[in-house]
């Protein structure tokens, strides 16, 4: 998620004679073109909160205190504490480091298995391409939710359980995307000068093609975060992915629902969290797509200018 | 025609099989030997022997699978371990639950986005357009349980409107049959509302850049006849085919909102299901999913060629 996010940013060598502004000029401009980046500040907190939770989440959030059960926000707990006396804000910051990674494991594992797959397929075509086109086709016949229960159902409930459910579940979708992308790759004049002259397969496949088929796959990885923690939270909402007493939002939720007449403010901070990281990437997906759309390629090369100058 | 739904037909039979040979895998996915899993570690080697044989376990596996397949194929996919009953049965009982749930949530969904989507492309209303971008954002962004807790927290306990879960039989109490509906159909079709919303925006501005919207114009129909039964016949066939997924979103989102509302639908079966490791119950509702889903899907794509006559002459 980091590089996604900060790629304006990072992959910007700073000190670079440039004849136009200053990076970080440009990437404000940027900003300023597209609002919808500021969200990646948002994005940027929680991986903050999840990286330093045990520096800035201000109780541990396993520790409970039967005294203060069930408590509305107070200038000691800003957003109350559960059933069990633990401090939600701890819980929540805590449950960012579960939602984020169980999204970026599945996203990485389903994402890389997906593209090499396509990428496959498009290249040998044949029976190969026939083989896993059947294969993604079986993959999504199936509503996804479903499939990941079932498998769910099967290894037994826990979040490494759940982050391999959540991988094959996407893997069609990279499939099919880097599949389409390969073919257009291909048949290109510089992957057949790289084929005659001998160049192996494997590093045609990962030099030639992966970077040029990177784009949309990156921008597709930032909608499928959004899913993937999405899903995530409504399995361990459901009970089936992160176990008691592991803070995880979904069930965090989950404790709250049992509360809700009474103490209706118990679901606010973690339901708030979901939404807030949901909101984030697909705004952040959406700038990035912007970015991307060949469309807007004038401004891919303002920003890109020094990387693909130095690169190629 | 016939030979393009022949096709269709031909080229889903191998999927059909991977998907029931995906199915019939999961109880292999399962570590060790199911049938300890299910019986607990102090069940005696007879029970255990017993158990395998009943999930047809101490066979070759491409074995088992030609059985539970042909089994399958008869309409009979084993017994419940959990329910004292066949899995068929359990699933037959419990699917007009679902099937009442996911159509009214598809209805609710259309008919809110239908209206709103003619009214944003034929009216450049920028407080429409924040409207359909901020709900578009909600619609992905509040996961449905969610939206099902404030739904409950507002209606069910606050206003006490509705009841906050629970199902009554439409034949025994027509009306709090449909009192008991509301929530859950509200929770389970917003988060679709927006996609449906986009593409018959997108599509309308399409439709109505064509000669043929100027021309019933120019006739002097009435902008009303020309919106409604000009324009929006042919915005709405984009829209097949996002029914067509949607059904995949409605059937992943029942079983959650079925668990939340209590409604004793498919979904909810498979949830409960999976916490008891009723692996042929689970099997069961997959493969009904994932062949409902497949049909709907087939359908969605004849019916295409069928709406659409410039499909079917450049196939021809």
């Known amino acids: 998620?980091?590089?996604?996010?900060?790629?304006?940013?990072?992959?910007?060598?700073?000190?670079?004679?440039?004849?136009?502004?200053?990076?970080?000029?440009?990437?404000?401009?940027?900003?300023?073109?597209?609002?919808?980046?500021?969200?990646?500040?948002?994005?940027?907190?929680?991986?903050?909160?999840?990286?330093?939770?045990?520096?800035?989440?201000?109780?541990?959030?396993l520790a409970y205190h039967p005294v203060i059960t069930a408590q509305p926000p107070t200038w000691a707990h800003l957003l109350g504490t559960d059933s069990l006396g633990r401090d939600q804000l701890s819980r929540i910051i805590y449950g960012t480091r579960v939602s984020l990674s169980i999204g970026l494991i599945s996203i990485l594992l389903g994402g890389l298995t997906g593209t090499l797959l396509g990428m496959l397929a498009a290249y040998f075509k044949g029976w190969v391409d026939q083989l896993i086109a059947i294969l993604v086709d079986a993959l999504l016949a199936f509503p996804s939710l479903l499939l990941a229960l079932a498998i769910i159902a099967a290894l037994g409930p826990s979040l490494i359980n759940l982050a391999i459910a959540l991988a094959i579940v996407r893997v069609p979708i990279y499939a099919r995307l880097a599949r389409g992308q390969t073919l257009q790759v291909v048949s290109q004049d510089y992957i057949m000068a790289a084929h005659s002259a001998g160049t192996h397969t494997l590093k045609i496949l990962t030099r030639h093609?992966?970077?040029?088929?990177?784009?949309?796959?990156?921008?597709?990885?930032?909608?499928?975060?959004?899913?993937?923690?999405?899903?995530?939270s409504i399995f361990s909402f459901l009970g089936l992915g992160a176990q008691p007493p592991t803070p995880e939002w979904g069930a965090m939720i989950n404790d709250a629902q049992t509360f809700l007449a009474s103490d209706p403010w118990m679901m606010f901070g973690p339901a708030l969290a979901i939404v807030l990281v949901l909101v984030s990437l697909n705004l952040v997906g959406d700038a990035l797509r912007g970015l991307l759309d060949p469309r807007d390629a004038e401004r891919i090369t303002m920003i890109f200018r020094t990387t693909r100058g130095g690169s190629s | 025609m016939a030979r393009y739904i022949v096709q269709r037909l031909l080229f889903m039979l191998p999927v059909a099989l991977l998907v029931s040979f995906v199915t019939f895998m999961l109880i292999h996915l399962v570590p060790g030997d199911p049938a300890r899993v299910l019986l607990g570690e102090e069940a005696t080697p007879q029970t255990v022997a017993a158990l395998q044989r009943q999930l047809g376990l101490d066979k070759p596996l491409p074995q088992q699978f030609v059985l539970w397949l042909g089994q399958a194929l008869h309409g009979n996919l084993g017994d419940s371990i959990q329910l004292q009953q066949p899995v068929s049965q359990a699933i037959f009982q419990r699917l007009p639950v679902t099937l009442e749930l996911g159509l009214a949530a598809l209805i609710f969904s259309v008919g809110l986005a239908i209206p709103l989507g003619v009214y944003s492309a034929t009216h450049r209303n920028h407080w429409l357009e924040w409207l359909i971008n901020v709900s578009t954002l909600v619609g992905t962004a509040i996961p449905n349980f969610v939206l099902a807790l404030l739904l409950i927290f507002l209606f069910a306990v606050t206003l006490r409107f509705f009841p906050p879960g629970g199902y009554a039989p439409f034949t025994d109490d027509p009306m709090n049959n449909l009192r008991n509906l509301v929530l859950p159909m509200i929770a389970l079709g917003t988060g679709t509302v927006a996609g449906n919303l986009r593409q018959i925006n997108a599509s309308m501005t399409e439709v109505l850049e064509h000669d043929y919207i100027r021309t019933a114009r120019a006739k002097g129909l009435s902008e009303r006849r020309v919106n409604y039964v000009h324009a929006l016949r042919n915005s709405?066939?984009?829209?097949?085919?996002?029914?067509?997924?949607?059904?995949?979103?409605i059937l992943s989102g029942a079983f959650v909102i079925e668990s939340i509302f209590l409604w004793p639908g498919i979904g909810k079966l498979g949830v409960d299901s999976a916490f008891a490791k009723d692996y042929p119950v689970v099997q069961g509702v997959v493969l009904l999913a994932a062949f409902s889903y497949m049909l709907i899907n087939l359908l969605v794509d004849i019916s295409y060629v069928f709406l659409d006559p410039r499909i079917r002459l450049n196939r021809s």
Do not use: C
Request: proline share 11%.
């Open chain 2, 236 to 249: 709405l066939l984009p829209l097949l085919t996002i029914i067509g997924i949607q059904v995949g979103a």
């Open chain 1, 1 to 61: 998620m980091a590089e996604s996010i900060s790629l304006p940013e990072s992959e910007e060598p700073a000190g670079l004679p440039i004849a136009a502004s200053p990076w970080f000029k440009r990437v404000l401009s940027e900003f300023r073109h597209n609002p919808r980046w500021w969200f990646s500040l948002v994005l940027l907190a929680f991986i903050l909160a999840a990286i330093f939770a045990p520096l800035v989440s201000p109780y541990d959030p």
């Open chain 1, 209 to 232: 093609i992966l970077p040029n088929i990177f784009g949309p796959l990156l921008v597709q990885a930032t909608i499928s975060v959004s899913l993937a923690i999405l899903d995530e």
